[in-house]
């Protein structure tokens, strides 16, 4: 009888350990995946709502960065308002290239219009930013000349012209030759500005 109730015994830690043994066969193959995938889910969850919150803090921060950038621009200015140069020495060929280069877009031959000289001239009384100023010398027809100025005024950079001096020539290109279409003599100063505020020294300041 002991023997055949420690047989039953052991059958019985056995079933145990069978039934153990299928029941995680069956929890790997069914519901190991699901538990993985629902694990997953979760992080994935969890770092959306992180990015969530993150994004919300940067909405709500926008219209003051835009306040700022309003404030900055009426200040200073845009970017696309100045030159691309950095330095007077920068500057000056900068401007010469694109005054010639407006020159040249808006005229089909140096016949109609040309540059008889581009002097730079250092501003000697700078305001709030650093300017190049080229004293143009020029000769065009008053069509050509009048698209020339046009084109200054829709220029980015910003591009201004003072000192606008108009007088009109009849040039004769050979002797007893009929005289051509009417020229203009036409003298001006083209300014442009680098984005260098300038720092005014105050004159009552003591040494």
């Known amino acids: 009888m002991t023997t055949l109730a420690n047989k039953s015994e052991l059958n019985r830690w056995y079933a145990l350990g069978i039934l153990i043994f299928v029941f995680v066969v069956v929890y790997f193959i069914f519901f190991q995946g699901f538990v993985d995938e629902h694990s997953l889910l979760n992080e994935e969850i969890d770092n959306l709502e992180q990015d969530r919150r993150e994004y919300t803090q940067l909405v709500e921060i926008i219209p003051e960065l835009q306040r700022r950038i309003n404030t900055v621009k009426a200040n200073v200015g845009d970017n696309t308002s100045f030159l691309i140069a950095d330095s007077y020495n920068l500057g000056t060929p900068e401007l010469t290239r694109i005054l010639k280069s407006i ?105």
Request: charged letters at 30%; one cysteine or more.
């Open 103 to 207: 020159v040249s877009e808006n005229t089909s031959s140096s016949s109609e219009c040309q540059i008889v000289s581009n002097t730079p001239y250092k501003d000697k009384n700078p305001e709030q930013f650093e300017k190049i100023v080229l004293k143009v010398r020029m000769r065009c027809q008053y069509d050509k000349m009048l698209n020339v100025l046009l084109a200054f005024q829709e220029h980015i950079p910003y591009l201004f012209v003072d000192n606008l001096n108009l007088e009109q020539r009849l040039i004769r290109t050979r002797r007893n030759q009929k005289p051509t279409h009417p020229k203009l003599e036409v003298r001006f100063d083209l300014i442009a500005y680098l984005n260098k505020p300038v720092k005014i020294k105050k004159k009552n300041a003591k040494k």
